[in-house]
């Protein structure tokens, strides 16, 4: 069966080392909160806010050896009063029907999902 994680977190900086950084924060989480291996994961589809420039998410999966998973970026729509330097993803995965995926919010964006939000490294 197909299941979908959703995920984000925020930089204070639009700078490559901290985009990448960030972004394998989040990728680590997921798949340690989900106990989740590379060969489950059937695509990944990452955005950024507009006032992110200075690198691609899909680069830091990419470091972390998702390298035969499809990966794309894009940008995230410019809302109004939307929250800024902030990085989601959205993961497909295959995995047995007992399965309930667990969503990662982080830093800033633990306001986007304030119902999925929990400390690092706790389950809800």
């Known amino acids: ?60 999966a990419r470091l972390m050896g998702f390298v035969d998973i499809p990966l794309i970026c894009a940008q995230e729509l410019d809302i109004e009063g939307a929250l800024t330097k902030c990085i989601r993803l959205l993961m497909l995965i295959q995995r047995d029907n007992s399965f309930t995926p667990k969503h990662v919010y982080l830093k800033e964006a633990t306001k986007l999902r304030e119902d999925l939000t929990c400390e690092k490294g706790e389950d809800l």
């Open 1 to 60: 069966m197909v299941f979908a994680i959703r995920g984000a977190t925020t930089v204070e900086n639009d700078c490559k080392e901290e985009i990448v950084r960030c972004t394998q924060e989040l990728l680590n989480e997921i798949m340690i909160r989900n106990n989740l291996k590379k060969e489950e994961i059937v695509f990944i589809l990452f955005t950024m806010t507009k006032d992110l420039k200075s690198a691609f998410p899909a680069y830091a």
